[in-house]
């Protein structure tokens, strides 16, 4: 079974970084779709990123386009969400989640949060003076 360990969040000044890691044990992330989401209390769980196995697609939210960068790395069986010029409304508690689709169809700009089936802890990501 594919379990998931996110890591790496923290507090962070207006205009710095950070780059989560989620760690996969299990199964290894072959055709596996993988992304990552975020959500604030009170509010539904968005989608920031994804990335289909083999390079089959790869999007991010508008709010997040030209500051985050979604990796994965095979060998490692890890994602990582490298997340530049942070702002205060990207404050929240991030997961990472995986889904198996051998024919990359989940990973879409509408990040439709249902079809992942394997789910991290969320790391909490702070952003503020």
């Known amino acids: 079974q594919l379990q998931l360990v996110e890591s790496g969040g923290g507090l962070v000044q207006p205009g710095g970084s950070l780059t989560l890691s989620c760690e996969a044990s299990?199964?290894?992330?072959?055709?596996?779709?993988t992304g990552w989401f975020r959500q604030v209390p009170g509010k539904e769980r968005e989608g920031v990123s994804c990335t289909s196995y083999g390079g089959g697609g790869t999007y991010y939210a508008d709010s997040v386009k030209g500051r985050f960068t979604i990796s994965r790395n095979n060998h490692k069986n890890t994602i990582s969400l490298q997340m530049n010029s942070l702002k205060p409304d990207d404050t929240a508690l991030y997961y990472c989640a995986a889904a198996w689709d051998p024919y990359s169809l989940i990973c879409t700009t509408e990040f439709k949060v249902r079809p992942y089936t394997s789910w991290g802890q969320g790391t909490q990501v702070t952003v503020s003076s």
């Open positions: 299990g199964v290894t992330l072959d055709y596996y779709t």
